[in-house]
């Protein structure tokens, strides 16, 4: 059986006794990274086999994942925080796994998504997570102005290098638009930063943030289509590769 183990996004102490009870009786456990999986697995003092499964073997380790499986041995997939495939590998590994009959059990726990939108002070009655923003800064741009036009709560992840600029890309479209910077969940210096963006904006400049962050916009109470389709016009002017 495949097991989909919900994990802690930072404080060890959000995990539920269901997934310690797995972890404790699988064959093996496939971690997005085995460092940090044993940690977790330590402080629980569990003793398992360990092997990695990241984006850059995901294909490779399915396969040898499938046949173990297919032999009659447990799995336990754990991604580094939150869920497995909620933007962590996983998703090549359910598919293979329903094509080959193999049981899957999912053991919820954790999500960041779900953790910043219940905290930030949005609507929650509706939706859409759109995983992380992209780097290049055309495409960020052209995501955050579908954010904008949406009439409900968007939920990204961003890094804490790019969160200034998605702010002011907000900012420079609609400066009273309600935003939550989600920061550093469950942990010692977690954070969440609500207001109008021209405000959020102005302490992050002064203030750059560190660790993991998440960004919440509030859905559209008005048009903003003519500021929006304005802005698109100018980003069709090509911008410089951003990393």
């Known amino acids: 059986m495949l097991y989909l183990v919900g994990s802690p996004i930072g404080n060890l102490g959000d995990i539920t006794f269901r997934a310690l009870e797995v972890l404790k009786n699988v064959s093996i456990v ?6 940090r999986s044993s940690i977790l697995l330590k402080h629980y003092e569990i003793s398992k086999p360990l092997v990695s499964f990241h ?5 490779r380790r399915t396969s040898e994942l499938i046949e173990r499986l297919c032999s009659g041995e447990s799995v336990a ?3 580094d925080a939150g869920m497995p495939s909620i933007s962590d590998p996983g998703y090549r590994l359910v598919r293979a796994s329903i094509e080959h009959g193999i049981r899957i059990e999912v053991i919820p726990g954790p999500s960041a998504v779900l953790t910043a939108l219940v905290g930030s002070g949005l609507p929650t009655e509706r939706f859409y997570f759109g995983g992380f923003l992209p780097v290049k800064s055309g495409q960020r741009q052209k995501e955050l102005m579908a954010a904008l036009a949406r009439e409900f709560t968007s939920v990204y992840f961003e890094s804490p290098h790019r969160i200034v600029r998605s702010l002011e890309v907000i900012s420079s479209v609609e400066p009273a638009r309600l935003v939550c910077v989600a920061r550093e969940l469950t ?10 963006v021209s405000a959020i904006v102005a302490h992050y400049v002064t203030h750059p943030p560190r660790g993991e962050i998440t960004l919440l916009i509030d859905g ?3 048009s ?3 500021a929006i389709a304005s802005t698109e016009m100018d980003s069709d002017v090509p911008s410089p590769k951003e990393q």
């Open 220 to 222: 559209s109470k008005r």
């Open 55 to 59: 984006e850059h073997n995901e294909a």
């Open 224 to 226: 903003t289509q003519k």
């Open 30 to 35: 496939a971690a997005e990274d085995t460092r």
């Open 77 to 79: 997939l754990l991604t």
């Open 187 to 196: 942990k010692q210096f977690e954070e969440y930063r609500r207001g109008a």
